[in-house]
């Protein structure tokens, strides 16, 4: 059973920044993509970033530059460093990995952008 626990969310102004933590449960973590999503209400669940097993990583356009997901392999955890957050990036964000084609996900961490 594989257990994802994020936090470091919350309320920021427009341009500030926020870094985000999702704690994994269990030793395989390290062997594992992981990533995070985001969800509006009424919206799919978007992929904002991945990282991979190797450390090599992929954003959504809309993030590119401004975010930034790294992984400690040591304290089972990845992180998703948020910088020069805008309006349209408030959302739940969920972290989350797939093993073996089940995909877990953690309960979400709500960001909020706003003045």
């Known amino acids: 059973q594989v257990q994802l626990v994020e936090s470091g969310g919350g309320l920021v102004q427009p341009g500030g920044s926020l870094k985000l933590s999702c704690a994994a449960s269990g030793s395989i973590f390290r062997s594992y993509a992981m990533n995070w999503y985001r969800q509006t209400p009424g919206k799919q669940r978007e992929l904002v970033a991945g990282?991979?097993?190797?450390?090599?990583?992929a954003y959504a356009d809309s993030v590119k530059g401004r975010f930034t997901i790294s992984r400690d392999n040591a304290r089972n955890t990845v992180y998703l460093q948020m910088n020069s957050l805008k309006v349209e990036d408030t959302a739940v964000y969920y972290c989350?990995?797939?093993?073996?084609?089940?995909?877990?996900w953690g309960q979400g961490t709500q960001v909020t952008v706003s003045s």
């Open positions: 990282i991979i097993s190797g450390g090599s990583t």
């Open positions: 989350n990995t797939r093993i073996s084609g089940v995909s877990y």
